[in-house]
Every structure is written in C-alpha cells, then in structure tokens.
C-alpha cells in the first residue's frame, strides 16, 4: 500500500448515491435498460462515488459499492442458488428488519463459477483512481444471518461455514486482481446467539491463506439508518481477538464514544479503524467535531496505530450528506495530524 499520513482517514465501504442512480435503478427494475445501460449507469456511478471521495481528501477509497443494487448482500442473493424467499410476515406499517427478505436453503449453496463480481468492482476501482483503495466483502455470517438452514443445513452457522469457503476463493482472487487491503463486514449479531469466538473462527475461515492487510468491521447494522443489534462490543471480547485481522473499524461516533476505553484493554498491537463521525444523524459534523471525537480515541490509542473513518458506510444516506461529512472527516483528521505534529 502507498504511504498513508498519520492517522489515515478512509471510509466503511458504500457511498451516499447520486438521484440519477435511482432513477435508472427504476428503468432497469422495469427493464427499460439494456446490458449497455446497466454497464454505463454503474460505471457513471462508481466514477461519481471515486471523485467524491478524492475531492473531500479521503486517503483509502472504494468504488462506493454502487454496483450492490438491493443493499450490501441482497443482490448477491439473487445469484445464489440453493436457496428460495420466504414472504415477509408484516407488510404493512413503517419499514423494520422483520420486513427484510429472508430465505430458506433448499439444497446445498452455490455460487456461479465466476464468483460474486468483487473482483470485477476491484479492478475498475484500481484503474480509475491512483489513490490507495480498499476492497471490501460481506463475511460468512452476513450471509447467512437470513437464510433459514431447513432440512439441509444444522444452523445458521453451518451455513456461514459454507460461505466461508465462498468467500475464501473471491478473496484470493481480490489479491491475484492487486488488492492490497481487504476488509470483511460482519453482523454483531448478538453474544449470546454468536460468541466473539465463533465470529473470529469464522472470519478465519474465511481468510485462510489470503495474503493481504486484513481489516474486520463489526456493524450494528445501518439499513435506512437504523441499527439492527444491541449497540455492545464488550461481549465479544477477548474472543475476537481470535480473528487473525491486522485492523479492527468499530462504530462509536453514534454512541457518543463509548466503549472506546476497550481498545486500551485490549487493542494489543492491532490496528483500530475508529468510526468517529455518526452516519445515521443529519447532523452537519464540521472538522472540529471530528477533530474533538479522534483526540478522545487518542486517550485509549497510539497514533500510529488508529485510522478513522464514519462509523459505517453511506449507503442508507443522501450525497450531499455524505460528501460534508466525508469533507468533515478529512478536515478533522488534518486538524490533529498538525497539532501532534506541533504546527498548530
């Protein structure tokens, strides 16, 4: 990776999407667009999330994931077979999880021979930006968190074992593509239903022989800006210190920094990508926001060790919004870079 300033600013992974998106994701819903359409409008769209983040001074980017067209695994269950949607039991009332699709295994789970498409997003992002880049990839249980195992599976951790193989081989072929960098995004979905242990085994799995930095983000889910799981880490430790990540990005600008004390427990030599601007509020962060939410992770974290970033990713959010806050988040970390430098 190319050399990256003290305290490096980057970004989860999606980008708050332009209007003109959603009006061609209703055209092709409709099919009103072509192979050349759909080609053109994504590779319009991740140009546009490159830019935004190069112009608001980001030092890791991504392509957005603006090519994920239902949200950040929904897309990929329309490719994967072996598995059927189950209806949703509420339809009516304001939009919850419990309205989310889920899906039952009918049989083993496959995945076309040519993948997920991740390394495909990879290479149009490395040839269409000279900044550093970040490859990112659901983890096995985020795949699995919404399929129901049925007669062919014993649980839902059996099924993200499966995926863990699937995921294994796109990795691979994201470091044979030149990524350098490759996140994993996984559910905290609760201690008690998945220890700290078990997430790291199956980040593991996941992982196995894959030669590149490796960071683990654990989300509490951002859909429509809304968390979906009790807002804890304490509980998944010591044991995903298990997980052979070289960086942890934690989310802690929207719980006003709590829990930030636990990397001093137990950040050990580790990496910490700390969320310090809060993606589900409206609120305008400006740079000395940012720089005040990085000098309070800076009690609990060397300098040389912290990276920051929005607590997850923009998906669920306007453009505008994102662009000010991605602008905040590079402002702020400026902010403190020149006073531990001592040039402010």
């Known amino acids: 990776m190319a050399t990256l300033p003290l305290i490096p600013t980057s970004v989860i992974g999606s980008h708050g999407k332009p209007g003109w998106w959603f009006l061609a994701n209703k055209a092709y819903e409709a099919g009103e667009l072509g192979p050349a359409d759909v080609q053109e409008w994504l590779d319009d769209a991740a140009d546009t999330a490159i830019r935004d983040m190069e112009r608001a001074g980001i030092d890791i980017i991504t392509d957005g994931e603006v090519r994920r067209l239902d949200g950040y695994v929904?897309?990929?269950y329309r490719i994967i077979k072996g598995i059927r949607p189950i209806e949703s039991p509420r339809k009516l009332g304001p939009w919850g999880y419990d309205?989310?699709?889920r899906y039952l295994a009918v049989e083993r789970i496959r995945v076309p021979d040519t993948?997920?498409?991740?390394?495909?997003?990879?290479?149009y992002l490395r040839a269409h930006t000279t900044k550093p880049v970040k490859a990112t990839c659901a983890g096995p249980l985020t795949f699995a968190s919404r399929i129901l195992p049925g007669d062919v599976y014993r649980s839902v951790v059996d099924i993200a074992e499966e995926f863990a193989g699937v995921i294994n081989q796109e990795l691979?072929?994201?470091?044979?593509?030149?990524?350098d960098f490759i996140q994993i995004d996984e559910p905290a979905r609760g201690a008690d239903r998945v220890s700290g242990k078990e997430m790291a085994r199956l980040y593991n799995l996941a992982t196995e022989g894959v030669n590149a930095k490796l960071g683990y983000h654990i989300c509490f889910g951002n859909r429509f800006g809304r968390g979906r799981f009790q807002r804890l880490y304490a509980p998944y430790f010591p044991?995903?210190?298990?997980?052979?990540?070289?960086?942890f990005a934690l989310e802690f600008a929207s719980r006003q920094l709590a829990e930030v004390d636990l990397w001093a427990r137990y950040g050990e030599s580790r990496e910490l990508c700390a969320g310090v601007v809060d993606v589900k509020s409206f609120y305008p962060?400006?740079?000395e926001d940012v720089a005040n939410?990085?000098?309070?992770?800076?009690a609990h974290v060397r300098p040389e060790q912290l990276y920051v970033s929005p607590d997850c990713g923009f998906g669920w959010s306007p453009r505008y919004m994102c662009n000010g806050k991605l602008r905040a988040l590079a402002g702020g970390a400026q902010i403190v870079r020149s006073e531990l430098a001592g040039t402010r």
Not at 239 to 247: C, I, V
């Open 99 to 101: 309205q989310q699709t």
């Open 115 to 123: 993948g997920l498409g991740i390394v495909d997003e990879f290479k």
């Open 172 to 179: 691979k072929g994201l470091v044979a593509a030149g990524a």
């Open 293 to 298: 939410n990085i000098r309070a992770v800076l």
């Open 74 to 76: 929904d897309s990929y």
């Open 239 to 247: 044991g995903l210190l298990e997980a052979r990540a070289d960086q």
């Open 285 to 287: 962060e400006t740079p």
